[in-house]
T-cell receptor
Framework: NAGVMQNPRHLVRRRGQEARLRCSPM?????VYWYRQLPEEGLKFMVY????????ESGMPKERFSAEFPKEGPSILRIQQVVRGDSAAYFC????????????FGSGTRLTVV | AQKVTQAQTEISVVEKEDVTLDCVYE???????LFWYKQPPSGELVFLIR??????QNEISGRYSWNFQKSTSSFNFTITASQVVDSAVYFC?????????????FGKGTKLTVNP
């Protein structure tokens, strides 16, 4: 029973390129959350999605960032025109249902913008 | 707004010492959940415990124990007889459940170093 799978583990992008981060939730989990961890900081909530719906995007930067969780396939966090300040670890979590039940994190994607 | 404070930025102990990591939270919700996660040097987040606001019983799991006190809004974590493998950053988190969202609010973490 695989856990939350994130890929790639490491991603290097030049300034101005696009970054696509993928998250496959645990089997049966339909709730997906994305968090960002800046250096020397705790994790900050970005967005909460259920299948095909964005429920809460209050932590998403207003520009260049978007997220989706299609009916089929993984959730995608997309960062357009990356800048150095986007360098961080991005974690995805999934849960079976609201209330924090089975809230499980993936291993994260470490994005480096050069 | 909800907030989690981990006042200890870094702690260094010698193996076999006991160590307590502090966590203080703020919330206006009557129903909430508290979590502890471990982030070893490899970077992944390891779930340690989830506690709901109605259960103030202390919990023990092997060398780990948690003390939840609503009166002081604290959820402290103690490692007994620490080991080098316990070296990691530990995060306390609070779930915020408003408007259908279930996001976690994290503290900034406490970096624990256990020296041989």
């Amino acid at each position: 029973n695989a856990g939350v799978m994130q890929n790639p583990r490491h991603l290097v992008r030049r300034r101005g390129q696009e970054a696509r981060l993928r998250c496959s939730p645990m089997k049966g989990h339909s709730h997906v959350y994305w968090y960002r961890q800046l250096p020397e900081e705790g994790l900050k909530f970005m967005v909460y999605l259920q299948k095909e719906n964005i429920i809460d995007e209050s932590g998403m930067p207003k520009e260049r960032f978007s997220a989706e969780f299609p009916k089929e396939g993984p959730s995608i966090l997309r960062i357009q025109q990356v800048v150095r300040g986007d360098s961080a670890a991005y974690f995805c979590a999934s849960s079976l249902r609201p209330g924090g039940y089975g809230y499980t994190f993936g291993s994260g994607t470490r994005l480096t913008v050069v | 707004a909800q907030k989690v404070t981990q006042a200890q930025t870094e702690i260094s102990v010698v193996e076999k010492e006991d160590v307590t990591l502090d966590c203080v939270y703020e919330t206006r919700d009557t129903t909430y959940y508290l979590f502890w996660y471990k982030q070893p040097p490899s970077g992944e987040l390891v779930f340690l415990i989830r506690r709901n606001s109605f259960d103030e019983q202390n919990e023990i799991s092997g060398r780990y124990s948690w003390n939840f006190q609503k009166s002081t809004s604290s959820f402290n974590f103690t490692i007994t007889a620490s080991q080098v493998v316990d070296s990691a950053v530990y995060f306390c988190a609070l779930s915020e459940a408003k408007g259908g969202s279930e996001k976690l609010v994290f503290g900034k973490g406490t970096k624990l170093t256990v020296n041989p």
